[in-house]
């Protein structure tokens, strides 16, 4: 059993920043992309960066500048530093892991449950 599990989100001023995680956890062997998805209230999901295992970073137009992720390979968790926050930013932040879970398995999509941020004076 391997999982994905969102932390960090809450209530926050503009202005203000949040630190997310995503720890995955279970029968895993190694972990390649990890990736931050948001989904803000009645539009679709939006990709919005992610962190090869290597280290290597990518950004959606629209945060670059003010998120910034990284990863601990040692904790198999990846998270999303949030600054600068703004009330577009106000969502569920979900978080994707590509699994192997054995030598030479396939490598699998996990999603987390989502974690909801809510920027907002």
């Known amino acids: 059993q391997v999982q994905v599990v969102e932390s960090g989100g809450g209530l926050v001023q503009p202005g203000g920043s949040l630190r997310l995680s995503c720890a995955a956890s279970?029968?895993?062997?190694?972990?390649?992309?990890m990736n931050w998805y948001r989904q803000a209230p009645g539009k679709q999901r939006e990709w919005v960066a992610v962190?090869?295992?290597?280290?290597?970073?990518y950004y959606a137009d629209s945060v670059k500048g003010r998120f910034t992720i990284s990863r601990d390979n040692t904790k198999n968790t990846a998270y999303l530093q949030i600054n600068s926050l703004k009330p577009e930013d106000t969502g569920v932040y979900y978080c994707?892991?590509?699994?192997?879970?054995?030598?030479?398995?396939?490598?699998?999509?996990?999603w987390g449950q989502g974690t909801q941020v809510t920027v907002s004076s």
């Open positions: 279970g029968s895993i062997f190694s972990i390649n992309n």
């Open positions: 994707t892991a590509s699994i192997q879970k054995v030598i030479q398995g396939i490598f699998l999509d996990v």
């Open positions: 962190v090869s295992r290597g280290g290597s970073t």
